[in-house]
């Protein structure tokens, strides 16, 4: 099956190293980095397993041009003008730039970037996934095997190994969709 | 004319919500006396964090890198809520 292009932030990534099933990412995506990312990242175990999946093609470098970041900029000033919203950062405005303009699904768990995108109209149709949804999906599409016993397994190692917490509400919608659309529950 | 449409206040107000819930949750599982025993630069940043979720200024405010003051929360049992 052929795969989408994705383009994540650091944060995305920096979390993904230390998940146990960091490598089905690309089951689903082959991901760019922006090279404002890559300066961000420095730990030994995550530069080695960048290093190792720019190596095999399931990543690779996103190179800004001067009109992307300059629209990025205007990102970065457009969400410091929404009330109560996280800042939206270079490295996550240039995602969303990507997004819009290469049509690349946008991997964050920036909420800056998350809410901008849904409250700018004009970058309405940029798409999102957060480990949530990525999450779903590899179960959905059987790269990840769900536990019909414990269908919110596979969310909560992400969440251990992570120290990440999803929002209740949209772990409780996954869980329901992993029961109905795998686990025969109506 | 109102200032914003509805649909606009609306997001807003469900986002308003998401927060509130994060920042709940940050405070809950918080490791306060883990937090309370750092030295002010660090004890600081954290709560920053914890109040805002802003990762990139908390780390600025620690003096830390992005990758090192997320595994500081990690210590801090301060979870990334999205």
């Known amino acids: 099956m052929s795969r989408s292009f994705a383009i994540a932030d650091t944060c995305f990534l920096i979390d993904w190293a230390r998940y146990r099933g960091r490598d089905l990412l690309f089951k689903l995506y082959i991901v760019y980095v922006p090279e404002s990312v890559l300066r961000e990242v420095k730990s030994e175990s995550t530069i080695a397993w960048i290093a190792s999946k720019l190596a095999s093609g399931d990543l690779a470098l996103f190179t800004e041009t001067e009109s992307e970041v300059e629209e990025a900029r205007s990102i970065m000033e457009r969400s410091r003008r929404m009330p109560n919203t996280p800042a939206v950062d270079l490295p996550e405005a240039i995602c969303i730039v990507a997004g819009r303009r290469r049509g690349y699904v946008v991997l964050t768990e920036n909420r800056g970037a998350l809410k901008f995108v849904e409250l700018a109209e004009d970058y309405s149709g940029v798409i999102i996934h957060r480990s949530l949804e990525i999450l779903l999906q590899l179960q959905l599409?059987?790269?990840?095997?769900?536990?019909?016993?414990?269908?919110?397994?596979?969310?909560?190692?992400?969440?251990?190994?992570?120290?990440?917490?999803?929002?209740?509400?949209d772990l409780l919608n996954a869980v329901a969709t992993i029961r109905r659309e795998l686990c025969g529950e109506t | 004319m109102p200032l914003f449409d509805v649909s606009y206040a609306e997001k807003l107000k469900k986002w308003e919500e998401l927060e509130r819930e994060a920042r709940e949750l940050r405070r809950r599982f918080a490791d306060w006396g883990f937090i309370e025993s750092l030295p002010p630069r660090l004890r600081e940043a954290l709560k920053y964090y914890i109040e805002t979720g802003d990762i990139r200024r908390a780390a600025r405010l620690a003096g830390l890198e992005l990758e090192d003051f997320r595994e500081l929360l990690r210590r801090a049992n301060v979870p990334v809520v999205v």
């Open chain 1, 141 to 169: 599409k059987r790269y990840l095997e769900p536990d019909c016993g414990d269908p919110a397994l596979r969310f909560r190692e992400y969440e251990e190994d992570t120290k990440h917490l999803f929002p209740r509400k």
